[in-house]
């Protein structure tokens, strides 16, 4: 049971590349989110999915783009990288958007825009 | 939006020593969860609070939900240098958590 796993770990692009991270989880959640941490700002909602299919705008939206085709991936797009989305970005889980389950999170894709 | 908040935003202390930590939301919450992330890991969970002034202990922490729901504490009883991290609070706002700032305590030997 690996739990919430995301791919790759490191990737430095260029202004104006695109790339997809990716996020696939084991444990049949239905609710998956996108973070992105910056030092001393604590985990910024990007975007979240509370069911295959769906997708909903979070905090930090503009220059992101998700997808939820299936249950048990979540992907995060970069259309035209820019330097001010270097970040740490971190996937999550929970089994129903509930009051009452934590979060599961992934190891975390490290991300330079150079 | 709903902010939340946390003081202080680093923390040294010598080893021995207690250390508290403190979360602010500018709206009532329905829970409060509480995360541990260790340097270059990822947010592990370690408790929810539920309940209107609700006090829960995990060996030497303790952690507090205020009476009013907008606030709450985790506490740390003589630090060890295995509790370094940043420790992060987070709100549910419906159908997700609002993060806190994280508060970074390091523990000198």
């Known amino acids: 049971n690996a739990g919430v796993t995301q791919t790759p770990k490191f990737r430095v692009l260029k202004t104006g590349q695109s790339m997809t991270l990716l996020c696939a989880q084991d444990?049949?959640?239905?609710?998956m989110y996108w973070y992105r941490q910056d030092p001393g700002m604590g985990l910024r909602l990007i975007h979240y999915?509370?069911?295959?299919?769906?997708?909903a705008k979070g905090e930090v939206p503009d220059g992101y783009n998700v997808s939820r085709l299936k249950k048990q991936n979540f992907l995060l797009g970069l259309e035209s990288a820019a330097p001010s989305q270097t970040s740490v970005y971190f996937c999550?889980?929970?089994?129903?958007?509930?009051?009452?389950?934590?979060?599961?999170f992934g190891d975390g894709t490290r991300l330079s825009i150079l | 939006g709903q902010q939340v908040m946390q003081i202080p935003q680093y923390q040294h202390v010598q080893e021995g020593e207690d250390f508290t930590t403190y979360c602010n939301s500018s709206t009532t919450l329905s829970n409060i969860q509480w995360y541990k992330q260790r340097p270059g890991g990822h947010p592990v969970f370690l408790i929810q609070?539920?309940?209107?002034?609700e006090v829960k202990k995990q060996k030497r922490l303790t952690f507090q939900f205020g009476e009013a729901k907008k606030n709450s504490s985790l506490h740390i009883t003589a630090t060890q240098t295995t509790d370094v991290g940043t420790y992060f609070c987070a709100g549910r706002n419906t159908d997700k958590l609002i993060f806190g700032t994280g508060t970074r305590l390091q523990v000198f030997p």
């Open positions: 609070l539920v309940k209107s002034g």
């Open positions: 999915s509370v069911g295959e299919g769906t997708t």
């Open positions: 444990m049949n959640h239905e609710y």
């Open positions: 999550a889980s929970d089994p129903q958007g509930s009051h009452n389950q934590p979060q599961h």
